[in-house]
Each structure stands twice: as C-alpha cells, then as structure tokens.
C-alpha cells in the first residue's frame, strides 16, 4: 500500500522491521521503487533480496530492466538476462521479452537488442517498437524500415509510437514513398483523427522529403491542429526558402485562434532576415513581448542582429545586443560578420571586444576582427590580433 502511493521510505522501513521478509514484499517495493524512478533503490533492494535468497518473479524483473535501461547498466542488465533465461521465464511472456529488449535499446546495444528479439519465442508489436524507436534514435533508418517490414509480415499491427518513429527515419532518409505507406496505413486504421502527434511526424516527415505541398494539404485535412503543428509547417517553409508560405501559414495560424509562440516567432523572424525586411521584423519583434507576452531568447536576438547587420544597421544591431540580457559570443560574432561585410571598423572593435571579454579563447572573434582590419588595408592591426589571438591560444 505505502510503495503504491509513493511513500516509499516508509515502505522500506515497514519492509526492515518485519520479523519474516518473503519475496512478495521485496517485489512489492522493487516495483514502487521503479514506479517513482528510483533506479538504484531498484537494483539495491534486488541485491538485498538476492541476499536474502529470495526469488524475484516476473513483474519484478521487468521493473528491474527498466531500471538497468534507465541507469545504462547493461551490466546488471546482463546478469538479469541470464537469470531470466535460466528460470525460462521467456516461453509464454511477450512482455518480459519486451522489457529486455527495451532495455537493451536503451543501453544502446541494438545488436543484442535485436538478438534477443529473434531469438524470443513470442514477439509482440511491443519489442518490435522498442527496436525500431532505438534504431530510429541512432540513425540506423534503414534498419529501422527493415525492423518495420519483418513486423508487418509477422501480422503486427504497429502504435502510434511505431509509426511517429518510422516516420522519423523516413524523413532522415528522404524516403518520401515510404512516408507515403506510412500515411496510407495510417489513414486506413483511423489514427489521424485521434493523434495529433502523430499528424505532427507526418506533416515533418513531407516538409522534410521536400514535398511541402503535400504537407499543408495535409494538415489543413486534419481534424485537430495545434500550435506545434503550425510550427513544424512554418518553420519546414523557412527552411526551404519558401518564405511568403510561411508567412501565410502564420497568418492563417492567428485567424484559426492559435497563439504564436516562441518557436513560431523565431521562424518568422528567420524568414524576415532571409528576405530582410527590416520593418516587419522589427514589427514581430515587439509584438512577440507587447501582444504575445514571449521574452525574446539568444535565437530572437540573433535572427534580429543578423537582420539588422546584414541590412547595414550596425547601430541598431549593436543596440539589440545591449538590450539583452546577456550576450555570448555567437551574437557578437554575427555582428562582426556583419562589420566585415560593411568595413565598419569602429562597431566591429566593440563587437570585439565585448567578445573577447565574455571568452577569450573563442578563436572566431579574433578570426574576423582580423579579416575587419585587413578589408580596410590595416594589416598591422590585423597581425596583433592575430598574435593576441595565438596568445590566448584561441583556437576553437
């Protein structure tokens, strides 16, 4: 009762006053333990239990995997296999199997994740996810397609989790065909109306594949939209140069109710500075802290200060900066960028400054204040910097 509402410290100690400790009670506060995420409590209290010379069952032993995943003890995570196999715990329990394989993926040892897998007597849709989600996360598309392909023939029907997962790999792959099965088997099992997340992977899948056509049709097909769904369809049009799409997707965005956020209002901003327009950024800029309440961060800023720097505004780029916060030497290094463009040698010795105040060992700085100087014919200010810049031993 105690490990179920979480007041697990006082599970622990009921456990330690009982005169006569049996499995039952063990396996009761390792699954609360594992419930709460207090992962080493969960490999400690099997220790113990182990001590004792008592046997864990199952459900046990499953919340001890997923604690070996969570802590990357593979080690433990091995050992708890080889306990496994030598009660043979795996003949008729898909979901045991599926937690080793979970845990394996999780330590990222795929090709023993994959092992174990073939080598179940019961495979469910479960340990198939948990395998293609792993290859999926370490870039191994094509071996999460193939993993997609044995299920499909196995006569497993995939989760929302499985397909937002081969959707990932598809949109790494450029594989708009595949993305298109995808779609197709999603429309038929009647999952786009029900998962919005879902809706967003295939949406990015299609502006990822370059097809962005067909990613606003389908959003737009869509029974329910968010603001992340948005996100991804304005931000895929700021990628792809397409810039005035996504400016009427984030008109269309605010006529539909959705509030823009901090990501909308970097994409906007970003395609503002691709076709520099100062006014509207400026424009965006305010509004996102008068109208939208949003506090601009360091993208905000950025997107400002490269607009500005390369439009020539220097001082007001240099005003942006001194209104932040804090800056970091990325912003100032957009900035001398900009001076170097300009031969603005007064803004660029600020800029650098400032710079070499927050790091100076960030060899880029020293780099364009350099290339500054040399622009304007300054090659013996130039050459000092460039001896500060091996002084300092500013090499990144």
Not at 1 to 7: R, V
Not at 134 to 161: F, I, K, N
Not at 266 to 279: D, I, K, N, Y
Not at 300 to 310: A, I, N, P, W
Request: proline share 2%.
């Amino acid at each position: 009762m105690y490990a179920k509402c979480g007041a697990l410290k006082r599970a622990r100690g009921l456990l330690e006053e009982l005169p006569c400790r049996d499995g039952v009670s063990w396996n009761s506060l390792i699954t609360g333990y594992a419930q709460f995420g207090h992962n080493e409590e969960v490999l400690n209290c099997y220790q113990q239990m182990q001590c004792e010379g008592l046997c864990a069952d199952k459900v046990t032993f499953i919340s001890i995997l997923k604690a070996c995943g969570n802590l990357n003890a593979v080690c433990h995570g091995e050992r708890i296999h080889d306990e496994i196999l030598r009660q043979d715990l795996l003949r008729h329990d898909s979901v045991l199997g599926s937690a080793l394989v979970d845990m394996y993926v999780k330590c990222g040892d795929l090709a023993k994740a994959e092992q174990v897998l073939n080598e179940l007597p019961v495979r469910n849709a479960v340990s198939w996810s948990s395998l293609i989600v792993g290859y999926t996360q370490y870039g191994l598309c094509e071996q999460a397609w193939h993993c997609y392909e044995r299920m499909q023939a196995e006569g497993l029907s995939p989760d929302a989790v499985t397909y937002t997962s081969i959707l990932k790999a598809c949109s790494s792959m450029g594989a708009v065909i595949k993305g298109e099965h995808i779609h197709n088997e999603v429309r038929k099992q009647g999952w786009l109306g029900n998962d919005i997340i879902l809706g967003t992977a295939l949406v990015d899948m299609y502006i990822k594949c370059g097809a962005l056509a067909k990613a606003q049709a389908l959003l737009e097909e869509l029974p329910h939209l968010d603001v992340v769904l948005w996100n991804t369809l304005i931000t895929g049009y700021v990628q792809q140069g397409e810039i005035e799409h996504a400016f009427n997707c984030f008109e269309q965005m605010q006529k539909g109710g959705f509030c823009p956020d901090a990501v909308t209002l970097s994409a906007v901003l970003s395609g503002c500075s691709h076709l520099g327009r100062v006014e509207d950024a400026y424009k965006h800029f305010i509004e996102m802290i008068t109208q939208y309440g949003i506090k601009p961060d360091l993208e905000h800023y950025t997107c400002m200060v490269d607009l500005l720097g390369r439009a020539g505004h220097l001082d007001k780029a240099v005003r942006v900066i001194q209104e932040m916060p804090s800056s970091d030497c990325s912003i100032l290094c957009a900035l001398l960028s900009a001076c170097r463009t300009w031969k603005d040698i007064n803004v660029g010795r600020w800029a650098f400054q400032q710079a070499v105040e927050i790091d100076r060992n960030d060899g880029a700085a020293y780099i364009l204040m350099a290339d500054i100087y040399a622009a304007v014919g300054l090659q013996e200010e130039a050459a000092t910097v460039e001896a500060m810049r091996r002084e300092n031993l500013a090499w990144k």
